[in-house]
């Protein structure tokens, strides 16, 4: 975790925001200087159709703030939380 926050804040100064979406898992939103949105779901599972709203909205404001801004989506597999995710912001 130590290594991705030293890469974001690197490359992305004061431009990144985190996402959760990992409900087995979960860290200290400091580690991200508190920029860290969590909608957490269990991996292989279909998220609440809220939650991926409550997402997408989030994900939206934040990336049309500044067209430097980029999200990082953090899941458990790597697979289905995150093509879920990358889906519903994208329709």
Known sequence: MEDVARFLDTRHTDKYKVYNLCSERSYNPNRFKNRVGSFPFDDHNVPSLDSMIDFC???????????????????????VNYYFSLIWLFI
Do not use: M, S, T, Y
Not at 57 to 79: M, N, T
């Open 57 to 79: 909205k989030d994900a939206e404001v934040f990336l049309r703030r500044d067209p430097q801004h980029v999200i990082c989506i953090h899941c458990l597999a790597g697979k």
